[in-house]
């Protein structure tokens, strides 16, 4: 292997840790029974994104959802909930690139 391609590789592994360390994922369990603020900021995820969120100006959070009715509704309540504790809507959005059956995912963007 010469040393453009060990650069290229350890380049890829850096870029793909950092990039793991902005998503969360929201648990399935959150959507099995009746939700209030309070239980959905102290959703394990939502809190870590929030925490994030709050400590980088200037970022903004994208709730990664799959196709489909089910899917876009949680994402669409769980952007809601967001706005509720407080974070500015226009910073949220919503993209619809989850596999089929995955939970949602909020990234956190620099």
């Not at 969360?24 to 029974?33: A, E, F, I, K, Q």
């Not at 809507?89 to 620099?110: M, T």
């Amino acid at each position: 292997m010469n040393r453009v391609s060990a650069w290229g590789l350890m380049l890829c592994a850096v870029t793909a840790s950092v990039r793991a360390a902005d998503f969360v994922t929201v648990s399935s369990g959150l959507w099995d029974r009746p939700r209030s603020a309070r239980a959905v900021r102290e959703q394990p995820a939502v809190k870590q994104a929030l925490s994030l969120h709050l400590s980088q100006p200037g970022s903004r959070l994208v709730i990664h959802h799959g196709l489909g009715q089910d899917p876009l509704l949680q994402a669409e309540e769980l952007r809601a909930w967001l706005m509720a504790l407080a974070v500015d809507g226009a910073r949220i959005s919503l993209i619809n690139d989850a596999r089929p059956n995955e939970p949602l995912q909020i990234e956190v963007v620099k």
